[in-house]
């Protein structure tokens, strides 16, 4: 199980962290990351860290996002810095087996519960 927190309403500019809590023994052997559903919008990648520590980041969050796991505690984060409107949306932490599943959302099967992010302009 995945359970997200974090989330909020800050304004232009502002920064906020997620993180993700997950259940069970074989964490540090999970793919796990973030991605994010804007209002009326499909489901998109934000970030995916690999068992090994490949990362992959949608471009529009590159160099302003940070994702980061810790093994020992079975937490992933997200560092959100310089929040646009356009990062408005529920984030949701995912987990697979495979790095190369999260690249996809139909690939991923392990989702948590969303947490909202609203940035006000």
């Known amino acids: 199980q995945l359970q997200a927190f974090g989330g909020g309403l800050v304004q232009y500019g502002d920064s906020l962290r997620l993180s993700c809590v997950a259940s069970g023994r074989t964490f540090n052997s999970y793919a796990v990351g973030w991605y994010r559903q804007a209002p009326g919008k499909e489901r998109e990648l934000v970030a995916i860290?690999?068992?090994?520590?490949?990362?992959k980041y949608a471009d529009i969050v590159k160099g302003r996002f940070t994702i980061s796991r810790d093994n020992t505690k079975n937490t992933l984060a997200l560092q959100m810095n310089s929040l646009i409107p356009k990062d408005t949306a529920v984030y949701y932490c995912v987990g697979d087996h495979s790095y190369s599943a999260l690249w996809q959302e139909h690939g991923v099967n392990y989702w948590g519960k969303g947490t909202q992010v609203t940035v006000s302009s």
């Open positions: 860290m690999s068992s090994g520590g490949r990362i």
